[in-house]
């Protein structure tokens, strides 16, 4: 079994004016729930995450025929916090309790490329979202797994969101 449930309503990326006079269904995959969307317009791409899946790639007009794999995490996965820092060519996104680097091959030829984990949280936490501050750090938010009365106990200890250098 895959583990993916083809029961999933389709979540599709969406497109539309600044001013929501317009909306429209720039892609949509069976199976799949989108969970995060990150726009390279200087490559022509973008980024998608899907629960239970990875991280993939499409041309900038949703041509399904240019929609690969970047990243397979497997069917637990909840990938997140996509991010790109262009001066080095690198896409960094969380799964749950970890924030992972990737260096971009535009042509995907050759092997895939194999996420790097630079940060890595307690079990309970979760990252939510994350970006690229400057050239030597990254920031990201997080929650906690646990009971609002257990958060509270342990609080003192752990934060809310860091602020890292990049090594």
Known sequence: SSG???EWPLRPGSVGELDGSVHTTLLQKEGFDFRDILVDPCNG???????????YR?????DISSFVEIVRLGEDSM?????????????????????YKLK?????????????PIINRPERVNINSLDVWGRDWIIWTENYNISATDYKKEKSTDCDSALIPLL
């Open 79 to 99: 990938p997140s916090g996509l991010t790109l820092d262009r001066d080095i060519g690198a896409l960094f996104f969380a799964n749950m309790n970890s924030i």
């Open 58 to 62: 499409c041309s900038m007009d949703g």
């Open 45 to 55: 791409y973008i980024y998608l995450a899907a629960l239970g899946r990875g991280i």
């Open 104 to 116: 971009l091959k535009l042509k995907l030829r050759d092997s895939p490329p194999v996420p790097e």
């Open 4 to 6: 993916i449930n083809a």
